[in-house]
Nanobody, 124 residues
Framework: VQLQASGGGLVQAGDSLRLSCAASGRTFNSYNMGWFRQAPGKEREFVAGINWSSSSTGYADSVKGRFTISRDNNKNTVYLLINSLKPEDTAVYYC??????????????????WGQGTQVTVSS
């Protein structure tokens, strides 16, 4: 499967963004999906995950209450709604697909496919 992330940009603190990740292929609805981010000089970190049926979602503590992950299997797309953006949210955001298993995980090594990333820059 190929993943294409989009929706990033330069925004001000307090703004909102919705990131999208469009997937190719006919088996998207069987993949568990995750969003990760990587800030300059830092390791890639998990921010949100959703299982194949949308029955389970999870978030990093640092984004809980501000980020919402969702998916539309009819459109082969997973979304990340980010509210109340903060300068510390500045990073490249990546979507990832996990082919096996019933749930998402928080470990990047568990994911099989990655999108190219979309830059989010938040000014104060």
């Amino acid at each position: 499967v190929q993943l294409q992330a989009s929706g990033g940009g330069l925004v001000q603190a307090g703004d909102s963004l919705r990131l999208s990740c469009a997937a190719s292929g006919r088996t998207f609805n069987s993949y568990n999906m995750g969003w990760f981010r990587q800030a300059p000089g830092k390791e890639r970190e998990f921010v949100a995950g959703i299982n194949w049926s949308s029955s389970s979602t999870g978030y990093a503590d640092s984004v809980k209450g501000r980020f919402t992950i969702s998916r539309d299997n009819n459109k082969n797309t997973v979304y990340l709604l980010i509210n109340s953006l903060k300068p510390e949210d500045t990073a490249v955001y990546y979507c990832a697909a996990r082919r096996y298993g019933l749930v998402y995980t928080r470990r990047s090594r568990d994911y099989d496919y990655w999108g190219q990333g979309t830059q989010v820059t938040v000014s104060s």
